[in-house]
Structure formats: structure tokens, C-alpha cells
């Protein structure tokens, strides 16, 4: 192991995390949908990945032909997971947008996490736009509220136990896509100039502007799992985030964004959670709605995402309007990024259509079952925890109780009834004899004679 990497391990070791204290706030997210895309310029050939294993993490520095074979053979690895990651982005950018990004739309959920100056735990959306992502996420913090802090003060939370909050809530959502390794996308260094929203005030402003990043990580030669958050939270500017980004407010073009995402692996949950401690601007800078959608697509797989979906013919974000398909929402709330919001399949004219295939930990509710356009199962309108996302014809808001009996574990009953319902699935309330026995065998009431 070269003496940089023995640098970087002791760096880490000094580096202590953020202490991730789990608060509380009461808040309604009401929202609506947009977004963006480009293509990918593979400028750089190191790759900060999770792939080293703990024993070539700890072996000593070793010399010769066999150490420089398995450094050969690491940077291959390296390469390889590169333009893997590459082109499953180009791939999810062509998922999300379609063939163009409309500028507008992009510039809508151009927004970070933001936090309500009333409401401490309150996520805010600036414009209407990336409701899709955000309304989940504020899921996810009440869920955690809920659970984990009964009876807090809601008005009183400290800005740095919200950021813990969120933070814990964007795991959640990543841990729900049960994927081997956690693929984070990030921006890289400037490379171009860029549009300011607003332009600098003084001289140090645009010096400074042409200088610094966009809040991102500047640790992109960074290999090791563990070294590359020590590094990145050595080489990112920290104490003085929110300020740079309020000085230097960088606005991308589409194409600009999708040239320069960038993506780290890990292992464990705990270290993206570390990660997004030590550089907590890669979520409250302008695009970090937009990179932790990326993040969830990739972790879950473009081939998984497809799978699940099955008519990928039109993009997932509109492309004139820019609201979120239920796809992408039922992606952010249950790992599984199916169309449809009722249980399991049901079979519409000899197709069968995919919903959700287990309770949820967030609900979803609709005021389109009112008038008729859907129907939501069981799975959704009694999820794990109280809260849910309610969506209109234009908005996604959050509900929320901290009435736990309000949901409880399916009972036999409702059991049979869901099942019943996923052989009528034109609500006849019957079904015919020849479906009996397969029922009954979904209900395990089947007994072999002996």
C-alpha cells in the first residue's frame, strides 16, 4: 500500500463523525413535480469506490511484481465500476427526462434540502417541482419522529439535529432498495464556467467563484471506502459551507450537470450516513434533490428500476409539467418502483400489472380513488407507521398521527380479503370455482391427503 493510503487511513482515524442525534418536528410537505439530464465526459480515471477489502485496507506496504499486479488489477476493478456507473447514468437520465431536458423544468428541482425557518424539521420546496422526492423524504422524518422520539418539542430542534434527522431518512430510503452496495452520486470540480443566479457582490466573490466548487467533495482520487470520507471531509470546505453557497449560488445547465456526476460505493449504510455528515453541502447545495434521486436509481439498478416498471416508453418526470410518475414516487417510498398503487398484481385484459407486494413503512393515499382513477390497496392505506403521502392532481402533502393504533399488522381477516381481491380484480365480490383451490392455497388452507 503506497504511503499516500497510509495518510489517508491515519486521516480517517483522526476524523470523527458528526454525532447523528435522531430529533423531531411536525410538518406538511405539500409539493409538486419537475426535472433534467446530459451525457457523461469520462475525464477522470480515478474512482473513489468501496471495493477494497479490510485485509488489503490493513496489509502492510509490499513491493515487487506481485503488488503491483494486484495494484494493476485494483485499478481495472476501479475502471471497470466506472464506466459501469457511467452508463447505467446515462441510462437513468434517458429513464427520467426521455430524449431532452427542458431548462425550465431542470431549473425547478434545481433546489438542496431546506429546512422551514418555522417549522425546524419542515423540508421546504421553493418551486413547483420535485415533489416526488421530497414529499417521501418528509415521510420518512416524521417516521422517524414518530418512532423514535415520542413526545419532543417539535418547534425546538436544533438546526444540527435536523440535518442528523434527514440524513437518517435518506438512509432509510436507500436501505428500502436492498441492494448489495450504496452507489452515491456527487458532482465533480468545476471544470467550465458557469450561470450565476445572482452575480457576485464583490471582487473576493468572483475570484472566489472561479476557484472553488459548486459545495462538493474534492476528494475524487480517493479509493478507499473509509479514507474517502476522511479525505473528502478534509478536502471539502466545511465550516463555511452555507456561506460559500450563498456567496457563490452556481447555476448548471443540464448538460453541465449530467457531464460531471461522479459516484462513490459503499459497503455499509453507516458509512453513506457518515459520508453525508462530513459533507452535509452535497445535500443542501443546489442539486441535492437531484443527486440523492440519482443515488436511489442507481443503488436500486437501472435493470431492477425497468424490471419493475415495464413500460419504460415514457419518462418518469413529465416532460412539459415535470411532476413525477408514480413509479418514481412508489420508488422513494417502498424500494420498488412499480406503477400502480394497489396490492400485488391484478390482471387488467389478460395483462398483468404490478402494485405493491408488501405493507409499506409510509402510506399512500389519493384523492384520484375518489373520483375513481385508482384504487389503493391495503399495503398503502394501513403501511407500518402512521404517515402518509396524500396526492392530489397536482401536489403530494404529508400526513401524519402520532396515534400508533391508527395502523396495526394485517390481521387474518384482511388477509383474506386482499387475497380474494387479487382474483376479482373487476370487484364482482365472486370469483369463479375453477380459482377456488388457488385461493385457498394463497391463504395456506391447502392440506395434501396422506
Known amino acids: 500500500m503506497s504511503d499516500a ?64 499486479g494486484r495494484q494493476q488489477q485494483h485499478q481495472q476493478q476501479l475502471l471497470h465500476f466506472h464506466d459501469s456507473d457511467m452508463r447505467e447514468l446515462r441510462e437513468i437520465k434517458q429513464l427520467l427526462w426521455g430524449d431532452s431536458v427542458r431548462e425550465d423544468v431542470f431549473r425547478r428541482w434545481s433546489q438542496g434540502f431546506e429546512f422551514s425557518d418555522v417549522e425546524p424539521s419542515a423540508l421546504v420546496q421553493k418551486q413547483g417541482g420535485p415533489c416526488a422526492v421530497i414529499a417521501p423524504v418528509q415521510a420518512y422524518l416524521l417516521k422517524i419522529i414518530i418512532m423514535d422520539m415520542p413526545g419532543i418539542q417539535l418547534t425546538k430542534l436544533p438546526s444540527d439535529k435536523c440535518q442528523s434527522l434527514l440524513i437518517e431518512a435518506l438512509c432509510n430510503i436507500l436501505k428500502n432498495c436492498r441492494a448489495l452496495r450504496y452507489k452515491i452520486v456527487t458532482l465533480q470540480r468545476r471544470s467550465t464556467k458557469e450561470r450565476r443566479l445572482t452575480p457576485p457582490t464583490t471582487i473576493d466573490d468572483a475570484s472566489e467563484a472561479s476557484e472553488l466548487t459548486i459545495g462538493i467533495d474534492a476528494a475524487t482520487t480517493v479509493d478507499d471506502p473509509t479514507a474517502a470520507t476522511a479525505a473528502a471531509a478534509a478536502a471539502t470546505v466545511t465550516g463555511n459551507d452555507a456561506m460559500l453557497l450563498t456567496r457563490l449560488n452556481l447555476e448548471l445547465t443540464p448538460e453541465q450537470f449530467h457531464d460531471r456526476l461522479h459516484t462513490l460505493h459503499f459497503d455499509h449504510i453507516s458509512e453513506v450516513a457518515r459520508y453525508y455528515m462530513d459533507n452535509y453541502s452535497q445535500l443542501s447545495h443546489t ?20 424490471s419493475d416498471i415495464s413500460d419504460t416508453s415514457e419518462p418518469l418526470i413529465h416532460s412539459t409539467y415535470g411532476y413525477g410518475a408514480q413509479s418514481l414516487i412508489n420508488l422513494m417510498l417502498t424500494g420498488h418502483a412499480v406503477a400502480h398503487v394497489w396490492d400485488n398484481e391484478q390482471d387488467v385484459g389478460g395483462l398483468k400489472l404490478r402494485g405493491i407486494c408488501e405493507q409499506s413503512d409510509i402510506g399512500f393515499i389519493t384523492l384520484m380513488e375518489q373520483m375513481r382513477y385508482c384504487t389503493v ?74
Not at 386 to 404: A, I, R
Open 5 to 68: 493510503c497510509e495518510r489517508e487511513q491515519r486521516s480517517e482515524k483522526c476524523a470523527s463523525p458528526k454525532s447523528a442525534s435522531a430529533t423531531a418536528s411536525m410538518t406538511l410537505a405539500s409539493t409538486a413535480l419537475e426535472s433534467t439530464g446530459g451525457q457523461h465526459q469520462q475525464q477522470q480515471q480515478h474512482q473513489r469506490q468501496v471495493e477494497l477489502s479490510m485485509e488489503s485496507d490493513s496489509a502492510a506496504p509490499s513491493t515487487g511484481p506481485a503488488a503491483a
Open 287 to 306: 442539486y441535492g434533490v437531484l443527486l440523492f434521486m440519482y443515488s436511489v436509481f442507481l443503488t436500486k439498478g437501472i435493470e431492477q428500476v425497468t
Open 377 to 450: 390497496g391495503s399495503f398503502f392505506k394501513n403501511p407500518r407507521y402512521p404517515v402518509w403521502v396524500m396526492g392530489s392532481d397536482t401536489h403530494l402533502t404529508v400526513l401524519f398521527s402520532n396515534e400508533k393504533r391508527l395502523v396495526s399488522p394485517e390481521t387474518p381477516s384482511e388477509t383474506g380479503r386482499r387475497i380474494f381481491k387479487s382474483y376479482d380484480p373487476e370487484g364482482n365480490n365472486f370469483i369463479s370455482s375453477t380459482l377456488l383451490r388457488d385461493v385457498l392455497a394463497a391463504l395456506n388452507l391447502v392440506s395434501e391427503p396422506a
